[in-house]
């Protein structure tokens, strides 16, 4: 643990955003789910927005969230 003031503070952010991170992953992975499950327009839609949301908050990397839309799309096929 943590001794000095600013270092405690940064724990604080930093558990904080993990949380928010690990939540975000979670709806990206749950979204992606029920469209392999149901594989219709609609869920393709959420799943690219929650991909699209997890690559601009930096939860996954710009390349890898076109590597998945991209394998989405060809699963559509």
Do not use: C, F, W
Request: hydrophobic share 40%; net charge positive; aromatic share 2%.
């Amino acid at each position: 643990m943590p001794i000095i003031k600013s270092a405690k503070k940064a724990l604080r952010g930093s558990v904080r955003k993990h949380t928010i991170n690990n939540a975000r992953r979670k709806a990206m992975r749950s979204s992606v789910k029920t469209l392999k499950k149901t594989l219709n327009e609609k869920e393709l839609s959420a799943a690219y927005q929650a991909i699209d949301k997890a690559a601009k908050r930096g939860v996954i990397k710009k390349n890898t969230a076109a590597r998945k839309k991209s394998r989405l799309v060809k699963l559509m096929r």
